[in-house]
């Protein structure tokens, strides 16, 4: 079992940035796969990024590529994102989601991950 708990979520202006951390307990980091994951009101979850156990070629959905930044420290069990020039379109609930890393393919979707994150409030103000 892996229990994963995000944080550094917040209010921030439209250009701003922010960097949100998910900590992971249970069991070591480097045997999974991450991701991050957003909902905004009314829609459904979407992909974000993803990064491999290795932390080779990370992964990142067309509406973030360029802004946010996925990365990992194995050695603090945490998986960060790092959000750059932010947009009111980016208003969504953050969640972390974690997969072991033998899994093959479905990076961006949710179904492919085992454990999830409750999730922090990223707002972003016109």
């Known amino acids: 079992q892996v229990q994963l708990v995000e944080s550094g979520g917040g209010l921030v202006q439209a250009g701003g940035s922010l960097r949100l951390s998910c900590a992971a307990s249970?069991?070591?980091?480097?045997?999974?796969?991450m991701a991050w994951f957003r909902q905004a009101p009314g829609k459904e979850r979407e992909f974000v990024a993803a990064?491999?156990?290795?932390?080779?070629?990370?992964l990142y959905a067309d509406s973030v590529k360029g802004r946010f930044t996925i990365s990992r420290d194995d050695f603090k069990n945490t998986v960060y994102l790092q959000m750059n020039s932010l947009k009111p379109e980016d208003t969504a609930v953050y969640s972390c989601?974690?997969?072991?890393?033998?899994?093959?393919?479905?990076?961006?979707?949710?179904?492919?991950?085992?454990?999830w994150g409750q999730g922090t409030l990223v707002t972003v103000s016109s």
């Open positions: 989601a974690a997969r072991p890393e033998y899994y093959s393919g479905g990076y961006t979707k949710p179904a492919r991950y085992d454990y």
């Open positions: 990064i491999s156990w290795s932390g080779s070629n990370p």
């Open positions: 249970g069991r070591t980091l480097s045997d999974y796969a």
